[in-house]
Structures are given as C-alpha cells and as structure tokens.
C-alpha cells in the first residue's frame, strides 16, 4: 500500500535543492509524480506530490524535515482523492495592474462555483506607456451548470481595463 503526500518547499535559491529533495523521496522508495517549482523573489519555492510506501512515510517526513540544514523547509500533507466535476478550461486575464485584482476574479469564480486549479501571475510594463500590466493564467474547473458566458460576463462586470480570454 502506499501514500500520496503533498510537499511544499521554500529555501533561499542555490544549486543543488531538487536533487537533495529527489535523493530523499527516492531513498524511501518514493515516486515523484508532479510538480510546480519556481524561483520568486530570490527564493526556491514549490509543491510536489509523491506516491511512497506506507511503512515509509514517517522516516520520508522526518528526513524532509531534516532538509532545513540544506536551507530548504519543507511540509509534508497527506493527500486524499477528491474529484472535482466540471470542464477544465484556461483563462488569461490582463489589465492595469492594481491592488486586489487577484481578489475580485476570485470572489467572482468562486460565487459560480468555479474552481482555480492552477493560477500564475506576473508583472510587465505596458507596451506603450510606463505602466505596469498585470497578467493572470488560470486553469479552471467550471460546474456543467455554469456556461462559459456567464463567466465571461462576471469577469468583464470587474472594470473595463481588465481583458480575459478562455484560451483554447
């Protein structure tokens, strides 16, 4: 029997994190299945989840753990099956960049029952001005009763700066 663990990871960025990490799943029978590593604001930070045997996951744990002399934190959850139903569609916002966007497209997703599987976000100057745009891909899951319309229409509801595009 084995386990599906969640591991979050921050530590200052060096070379040398990712194979630390992978040596210590790999050397308690672990299988890395997927990933989302990045480097942000001069640290390492990521989330990795991983399929290791039960009789392992306790020493797994306390070998992570173990990585903070190597600078890097990390926490292990144990992960469930959940199923969410629903069409998975990307989306890309972009408008002038301003406090809280982030906030309004999740309150607007979240009143249609919308769920953010994955969110990356980023910062850029405008192509003819000094201003910054912000810029947003997601991947959602959208309830069957939710038609992409109606989406669109409570995005857009936001202000008229804020440009969104399912992305095929």
Do not use: Y
Request: charged content about 20%; overall charge negative.
């Amino acid at each position: 029997m084995t386990q599906h663990l969640v591991l979050t990871l921050i530590g200052d960025d060096k070379p040398g994190l990712v194979e630390k990490l992978s040596q210590t799943i790999v050397a308690h029978n672990g299988n890395w299945l997927e990933s989302r590593l990045s480097h942000l604001a001069d640290k390492f930070a990521g989330i990795v989840t991983v399929d290791v045997p039960k009789d392992q996951v306790a020493s797994l744990i306390t070998d992570l753990q173990n990585l903070t002399t190597s600078g890097l934190t990390v926490t292990a959850t144990e992960a469930g099956e959940h199923v969410v139903n629903g069409k998975t569609v990307a989306l890309a916002v972009v408008g002038n960049d301003k406090p809280g966007i982030v906030k309004e497209v999740a309150q607007v997703l979240h009143a249609l029952g919308v769920n953010v599987k994955e969110l990356e976000t980023s910062r850029e100057p405008a192509p003819m001005s000094s201003e910054m745009l912000f810029r947003a891909e997601l991947v959602l899951t959208v309830p069957d009763n939710v038609a992409l319309d109606e989406v669109e229409k409570a995005i857009e509801v936001l202000g008229s700066d804020l440009m969104m595009d399912f992305v095929k």
